[in-house]
């Protein structure tokens, strides 16, 4: 079963930073492809950007300069750090998980945390 957990969502002024933590198995961390997506209600989910088995990473272009993806296997966490956010980026954010390195990284999902940013 690939079981992932979001956390770190919450209510910010724009401008200000995030950081959200998505836990999965050692496994997932160190042979899966994994991603962040976001969904606002009433639009399709839309990735943020992904990383690599190999840690190589890839961002939308709206997240490029203001995002950074990273993997810590030893608390077996993904992270999406967010900064000079926008009230633009208030969704669902969502990990994702994937066997095979695509630019889709989409075949398991966790639950979501949600990130409201206000201006």
């Known amino acids: 079963e690939v079981k992932m957990v979001e956390s770190g969502g919450g209510s910010v002024q724009a401008g200000e930073s995030l950081t959200l933590t998505c836990v999965a198995s050692e496994y997932i961390l160190g042979h899966y492809c994994m991603a962040w997506y976001r969904e606002v209600p009433g639009q399709l989910r839309k990735g943020v950007g992904l990383i690599e088995s190999d840690g190589t990473t890839f961002y939308v272009d709206t997240m490029k300069g203001r995002s950074t993806i990273s993997k810590d296997s030893a608390k077996n966490s993904l992270y999406l750090q967010m900064n000079s956010l926008k009230p633009e980026d208030s969704a669902m954010y969502y990990c994702?998980?994937?066997?095979?390195?695509?630019?889709?990284?989409?075949?398991?999902w966790g639950q979501g945390t949600q990130v409201t940013v206000s201006s």
């Open positions: 994702a998980a994937d066997e095979y390195d695509s630019n889709w990284c989409g075949n398991y």
